[in-house]
């Protein structure tokens, strides 16, 4: 779903493994973006986000390797579910993050799968350029996406996304909130809008058909296209 946004938009997706960048075969140099995936990545057991993200501090190689990229002002990443938990504890790496949360277990103490509604923040965010003050549902998946910000006021971290209920209203109720994050942060930036995490997952919302009801307005691809599109159009 990941590859086939991107492709759609007009990159050509290459799958890489971590075992590929440990072991020399590829090298993130090589492209002008990154996603860490969500969908069980790392098996999806607790704290596998955490875990990837050890599996890149802990081996210098691999940290000199995405420090290099993060950094790079002509680079772009993003990270959706366990990407998200993923790309936010290499918060350390990432110029301009270091607001980012945590990302910790749902207040329901459950995996949550549902359409969720989420509001676009005017943020920096690349991917979200043209998109602020948009209403749009969205597939959730995860059991470990309420943020926990380590800083006493949240409102250093620049906020791309935010469950509302329908009314548009931003939510800290479930099952509008899915996992009791504060004022219904669901998505971040870092400062200058090459990096974006998120927990929802717009890769698998890409076409009207994904959805149960829709506007008559919208054409064959839904909003969620644009993103891609976005990042397409920064890259040039």
């Given at each position: 779903?990941?590859?086939?946004?991107?492709d759609?938009?007009?990159?050509?997706?290459v799958d890489?493994?971590?075992?590929?960048?440990?072991?020399?075969?590829r090298?993130?140099?090589?492209?002008?973006?990154?996603?860490?995936?969500?969908?069980?990545?790392?098996?999806?057991v607790?704290?596998?986000g955490?875990?990837?993200?050890?599996?890149?501090?802990?081996?210098?190689?691999?940290?000199?390797?995405?420090?290099?990229?993060?950094?790079?002002?002509?680079?772009?990443?993003?990270?959706?579910?366990?990407g998200?938990?993923?790309?936010?504890?290499?918060?350390?790496?990432?110029?301009?993050?270091?607001?980012?949360?945590?990302?910790?277990?749902?207040?329901?103490?459950?995996?949550?799968?549902?359409?969720?509604?989420v509001?676009?923040?005017?943020?920096?965010?690349?991917?979200?350029?043209g998109?602020?003050?948009?209403?749009?549902?969205?597939?959730?998946a995860?059991?470990?996406?309420?943020?926990?910000?380590?800083?006493?006021?949240?409102?250093?971290?620049?906020?791309?996304?935010?469950?509302?209920?329908?009314?548009?209203?931003?939510?800290?109720?479930?099952?509008?909130n899915?996992?009791?994050?504060?004022?219904?942060?669901?998505?971040?930036?870092?400062?200058d809008?090459?990096?974006?995490?998120?927990?929802?997952?717009?890769?698998?919302?890409?076409r009207?058909?994904?959805?149960?009801?829709?506007?008559?307005?919208?054409?064959?691809?839904?909003?969620?296209?644009?993103?891609f599109?976005?990042a397409?159009k920064?890259?040039?």
């Amino acid at each position: 779903e990941m590859a086939a946004a991107f492709d759609r938009a007009g990159f050509e997706a290459v799958d890489v493994h971590m075992s590929d960048l440990g072991s020399g075969r590829r090298s993130l140099s090589e492209f002008a973006g990154f996603v860490a995936c969500g969908g069980f990545s790392y098996g999806d057991v607790l704290g596998a986000g955490r875990g990837w993200a050890k599996s890149i501090l802990f081996q210098d190689d691999l940290r000199e390797q995405f420090g290099n990229f993060l950094a790079d002002t002509g680079k772009f990443a993003l990270g959706v579910c366990n990407g998200c938990q993923m790309l936010a504890a290499l918060k350390d790496l990432v110029p301009g993050a270091d607001a980012w949360p945590e990302f910790v277990n749902n207040r329901s103490e459950q995996f949550e799968a549902r359409l969720s509604l989420v509001r676009v923040e005017e943020s920096a965010s690349i991917f979200l350029q043209g998109m602020a003050g948009s209403l749009i549902p969205v597939a959730t998946a995860h059991g470990e996406g309420r943020a926990r910000f380590t800083v006493s006021d949240s409102t250093a971290a620049q906020v791309a996304l935010r469950y509302v209920d329908g009314s548009g209203r931003v939510s800290e109720h479930y099952p509008g909130n899915p996992n009791g994050s504060p004022r219904g942060i669901t998505g971040l930036c870092n400062r200058d809008g090459r990096v974006t995490i998120m927990m929802p997952h717009p890769e698998r919302t890409l076409r009207t058909v994904n959805f149960s009801w829709a506007p008559n307005d919208w054409s064959e691809i839904s909003p969620w296209q644009r993103m891609f599109q976005n990042a397409r159009k920064w890259t040039g």
